[in-house]
């Protein structure tokens, strides 16, 4: 046979079903060019008479009228016949010719918008009915017979099938069709993967029987968390709504952190958080009113990690602001927009990484960890908690000040690496312990960081994301100067734990939630 590219096949009729009908005419006029027969229908024959095309109509095609308001129109044994039907084999060559059947070389076809529709409305028989049929179908024959038929799904194919019948003078390669067969059937199971989630969605099913995910590459990253390691940025979203404005390409390990950092960022309260990560930790966090003190309290909690850091806010930067991140080294700027001021002065440095994230927000998240043919799936751990989660069991009563800061500390603590200790005060970390296997090694982690950079000494409170196992941990963190903790309940000695917070005059609250992240 030779090589596979030798296998040519010549298109002469070609079928076309758009629900995108941008970019037509181009495509069209090399259609004509090679003398190539066109079958379409409704909409799609309509712009392509509009054109100024020739252009036969489906019905006309196969001798029977749609029905059924068109649900049935291409479903029809002509279309798939000569859609099927492999050229070399006899048997197919006579049912063909008996039933008085022609081939069709060219399906071109894109489906009803599913997924616009979904995001336009919540009516579920509109929806239904944006469920395309006839358009799977013929793509998933087209594929299937990729030897004979070239199937094209994708308004960016055009250029591509353009390039190649100018090249081969009408015909289609064996390697092309091969290359678009392998795209179309993607496109269908992704097509099928949103009608599968919507239903799930619908019918409030978390852990179906069969879980299938769907996403965009957005970009082929250089490697992977290492250089030998290989990755790619993918999005449930066609455009990625991580708008980058200045930088260097993103790496993996920017992505992840800038995932981490907008996370944090935006389970604060609107327009004040100020989150600053490192290999997916916070190292700083602030939700202080003035943006300008809520960064620099965030930098303040570990200015040396922050070096080559994430920083993310949830709020327009300005130049002032602008001005204080450019005297540290970072990797990256995330913010809910930024002024031109501050643009031009960030600018100045050619590496740094500007990313909007005012468009991000986020409804269902769910979180995924693979290795090999296994996977671990759960829900984000993103709790809407109150002061109502929070069980107050110390003699000593907190003062709203108090109360204030073990929720914005607990908040930051379920998004800090396990076992996590967090100290705050005024709406600031001031010493963040994270991913000890030891919790007693947390404390003395947090506690260092907040002797080494913190000048706060007053009214410092402590969030644990899982209870203390032994009285030593809170000890220590009293001994530091906590005044108030917040820890889950469950360990056999809370009794005791209690005991120590009265005798030493701590406030003592329980969660009724625990927040591990691994």
């Not at 016949?81 to 894109?110: C, Q």
């Not at 179908?137 to 199937?151: F, G, I, L, P, S």
């Not at 619908?202 to 290989?230: A, D, M, S, V, W």
Request: hydrophobic letters at 35%; glycine letters at 4%; aromatic letters at 8%.
């Amino acid at each position: 046979m030779g090589n596979k590219t030798d296998i040519m096949r010549k298109i002469r009729s070609a079928l076309i079903s758009l629900s995108d009908k941008s970019n037509l005419k181009p495509l069209l006029k090399e259609l004509r060019r090679n003398n190539i027969k066109i079958i379409s229908s409704g909409g799609t024959f309509k712009a392509i008479k509009k054109l100024k095309f020739k252009c036969l109509d489906v019905s006309d095609f196969t001798g029977f009228k749609e029905i059924l308001n068109g649900r049935v129109k291409t479903l029809h044994p002509k279309i798939h016949a000569g859609i099927l039907n492999k050229r070399t084999n006899k048997s197919h060559f006579s049912d063909i010719k008996k039933n008085n059947f022609e081939n069709i070389d060219l399906v071109i076809v894109n489906f009803y918008p599913f997924e616009k529709t979904i995001e336009q409305t919540k009516n579920h028989s509109k929806i239904i009915e944006n469920i395309d049929v006839g358009g799977p179908t013929m793509v998933r024959a087209a594929a299937k017979n990729y030897n004979d038929v070239t199937v094209i799904t994708s308004t960016d194919q055009y250029s591509e099938l353009i390039n190649e019948l100018k090249k081969n003078k009408g015909s289609t390669s064996l390697k092309f069709r091969e290359k678009m067969s392998r795209l179309a059937f993607s496109e269908t199971a992704y097509y099928d993967a949103v009608i599968s989630n919507y239903f799930n969605k619908f019918n409030n099913i978390n852990f179906p029987k069969r879980k299938i995910l769907y996403t965009n590459l957005i970009e082929n990253l250089r490697y992977g968390e290492n250089p030998h390691q290989l990755g790619a940025f993918y999005s449930q979203s066609k455009k990625n709504k991580l708008e980058q404005i200045h930088g260097k390409t993103l790496s993996y390990n920017n992505y992840n952190d800038i995932l981490a950092a907008i996370t944090i960022s935006k389970s604060l309260p609107k327009n004040i958080g100020t989150v600053i990560v490192k290999h997916g930790n916070p190292c700083g966090v602030s939700a202080l009113k003035n943006n300008l003190d809520s960064y620099k309290s965030a930098l303040e909690t570990d200015p040396i990690s922050a070096f080559g850091g994430i920083v993310s806010c949830n709020y327009k930067v300005t130049q002032k602001l602008a001005l204080m991140l450019n005297k540290i080294f970072l990797e990256v700027v995330v913010a809910n927009g930024f002024d031109k001021k501050a643009l031009k002065i960030l600018k100045s440095k050619k590496n740094l990484r500007l990313i909007d994230s005012s468009k991000i927000s986020f409804s269902e998240v769910w979180k995924f960890n693979s290795l090999d043919n296994f996977t671990l799936m759960q829900s984000e751990d993103k709790k809407i908690f109150s002061k109502k989660d929070f069980r107050i069991v110390s003699k000593r009563q907190p003062s709203k000040s108090q109360l204030d800061n073990l929720m914005f500390a607990f908040n930051v603590c379920r998004y800090t690496k396990s076992n996590a200790i967090v100290l705050a005060s005024n709406k600031s970390t001031i010493g963040i312990g994270s991913g000890q296997p030891s919790r007693l090694d947390s404390c003395e982690i947090a506690i260092n960081k907040m002797n080494k950079f913190s000048k706060i000494k007053n009214e410092i409170v402590a969030a644990s994301d899982a209870f203390f196992p032994f009285v030593d941990g809170i000890e220590k963190l009293v001994q530091s100067g906590a005044s108030a903790i917040v820890q889950p309940a469950g360990s056999i000695r809370d009794k005791e734990i209690i005991k120590f917070a009265n005798e030493t005059n701590t406030v003592l609250v329980f969660s009724k939630t625990r927040h591990f992240r691994h």
